[in-house]
């Protein structure tokens, strides 16, 4: 029964499975396709040999890694670097589309929307190439530094260790806030015009109405953004670190993806990579399950 209510499913929405199945071929080959290579974790791989063919090595990977110099150093940045995108870049689209939620221009908001959004378009190696410039010894943003410091680096202020974070942040959110907006901004649309009417009725100024409905109104979408969040908390980006990085601000730069590209691809330790990379992925796969089960019990908003 169970086999024919489903052949007359795909039967009756055969367009719609249709339309859906480049996407679901997509993460079938690119993303469920290759976790069988995460058998190299387990085991001493060689090239020559294949995957089957190389011994197995137990958890040996793993406890290398974790008996390693480099892995309190790795996790702390890893960690620091997620909190501080948390904190700071998580809030920074939400309160961009709250303050542009409020404006009555809508030449004015379409102008700071279009503006905003823009570096997001931009690739991400010219991104990096432009705060190379501007964090050289004559750039504009090592100059101001200098000037509200008083101190003469003079040097780029990338090479900098104690500076790394905060450009790496700061510059995450330059990029990303305009494009964060756009679905805060949706679910703003669909919060009840009668509320604010009724608001405005009882006396409730702007700032009011923004407390009392406007971020009610978009808190289960938040919520949602955030569990997503969590779930990818430990992989920052290596693409963006290896494009800013140097050995000299390795103290506070290297995360766990940029030690995975360097000892995988640069030494061809393919299985303690392939082990640390499997560890990572993991810790964010508890992160999800938690902030979905931490959520659902708090608010009733969940993924699941």
Request: proline share 4%.
């Amino acid at each position: 029964m169970g086999l024919l209510a489903f052949a007359k499913e795909l039967k009756t929405n055969k367009y719609i499975y249709l339309m859906i199945a480049p996407v679901l071929l997509y993460y079938a080959i690119f993303h469920y396709g290759p976790m069988y290579g995460a058998i190299i974790a387990f085991k001493d791989f060689t090239p020559a040999v294949g995957i089957w063919g190389s011994p197995w090595s137990g958890f040996g990977h793993f406890t290398d890694f974790f008996n390693g110099i480099y892995f309190w150093r790795i996790l702390k940045n890893t960690i620091l670097i997620s909190v501080y995108e948390l904190v700071f870049g998580f809030p920074a689209p939400i309160l961009l589309a709250l303050l542009l939620n409020e404006l009555r221009s809508a030449v004015f908001k379409r102008t700071v929307q279009t503006i905003t959004y823009m570096p997001h378009f931009i690739s991400l190696v010219v991104i990096c190439g432009i705060l190379k410039d501007f964090t050289s010894s004559g750039g504009i943003i090592t100059l101001m530094y200098e000037w509200i410091s008083g101190r003469n680096l003079g040097e780029s202020l990338l090479l900098q260790p104690e500076m790394f974070r905060t450009i790496f942040v700061s510059s995450g959110i330059y990029q990303q806030i305009g494009w964060g907006t756009i679905i805060y901004l949706a679910a703003l649309t669909g919060i009840d015009m009668e509320q604010y009417e009724a608001a405005r009725m009882d006396g409730a100024n702007r700032f009011r109405q923004m407390i009392h409905i406007t971020l009610p109104g978009i808190l289960p979408t938040v919520v949602i953004m955030l569990i997503l969040n969590l779930g990818q908390m430990l992989s920052v980006g290596f693409e963006k670190i290896i494009l800013l990085y140097s050995p000299i601000t390795y103290e506070t730069a290297d995360v766990i993806s940029s030690y995975v590209y360097r000892i995988g691809l640069q030494d061809f330790n393919y299985s303690l990579s392939a082990a640390v990379g499997l560890f990572n992925s993991v810790i964010n796969f508890i992160l999800v399950i938690l902030a979905n089960a931490i959520s659902r019990k708090l608010n009733d908003t969940s993924l699941w």
